[in-house]
T-cell receptor
Framework: GNSVTQMEGPVTLSEEAFLTINCTYT??????LFWYVQYPGEGLQLLLKATKADDKGSNKGFEATYRKETTSFHLEKGSVQVSDSAVYFCALSSGAGSYQLTFGKGTKLSVIP | GAGVSQTPSNKVTEKGKYVELRCDPI?????LYWYRQSLGQGPEFLIY????????DSGLPNDRFFAVRPEGSVSTLKIQRTERGDSAVYLC?????????????FGEGSRLTVL
């Protein structure tokens, strides 16, 4: 079955530091890949997505590239801000027509001034 | 409001009691999903509605769990004879389309604690 493994947190960084949160997956076929973010007191919201190999999703300075050869979708940001403090979830769906998302356990990021 | 609304935000109940959790999706969204998030885990799929019908309930853990969406909008997740292991945050999401590349919009969740 499908599964997502992401690096365990919590991760604490200083403002303007470089961020990487690793995510690898196991899936049959051609999954779509997502990063969702949950800010304190808010619901999960889509941060970025990629639907096929070598696609790069990007939003709010965050990027992730769909790497089929390494089954990975690592999240990166060049310079984090305090406002990026949140829990980040990597997720996949089995592709077009599929509606179930399989999530990783989440990585809590704290950015300190 | 414009987002997915879930009530109650917190529910504390005793083992063996019956619980209902409500979800009001974004207007016009035909697809509705329930997920469950246990402490330290990512959300896990429970059930998916397309319109009024449950298109896939394969994630419901057992027959104590049931969900309805009678008019294709608001949905209620019902849990009978609650157990301590049911304690979790129950998340509702909706989307315009049911395809795998569509964006899901999540509510803030209903935190259920079974004593």
């Amino acid at each position: 079955g499908n599964s997502v493994t992401q690096m365990e947190g919590p991760v604490t960084l200083s403002e303007e530091a470089f961020l990487t949160i690793n995510c690898t997956y196991t899936a049959t076929g051609y999954p779509s890949l997502f990063w969702y973010v949950q800010y304190p007191g808010e619901g999960l919201q889509l941060l970025l997505k990629a639907t096929k190999a070598d696609d790069k999703g990007s939003n709010k300075g965050f990027e992730a590239t769909y790497r089929k050869e390494t089954t990975s979708f690592h999240l990166e940001k060049g310079s984090v801000q305090v406002s990026d403090s949140a829990v980040y979830f990597c997720a996949l769906s089995s592709g077009a027509g599929s509606y179930q998302l399989t999530f990783g356990k989440g990585t809590k990021l704290s950015v300190i001034p | 409001g414009a987002g997915v609304s879930q009530t109650p935000s917190n529910k504390v109940t005793e083992k063996g009691k019956y619980v209902e959790l409500r979800c009001d999706p974004i207007s016009g969204h035909t697809a509705l999903y329930w997920y469950r998030q246990s402490l330290g885990q990512g959300p896990e799929f429970l059930i998916y509605f397309q319109g009024t019908g449950a298109a896939d309930d394969s994630g419901l853990p057992n027959d104590r769990f049931f969900a309805v969406r009678p008019e294709g909008s608001v949905s209620t997740l019902k849990i009978q004879r609650t157990e301590r292991g049911d304690s979790a945050v129950y998340l509702c999401a909706s989307s315009l389309m049911s395809g795998g590349t569509g964006e899901l919009f999540f509510g803030e969740g209903s935190r259920l604690t079974v004593l």
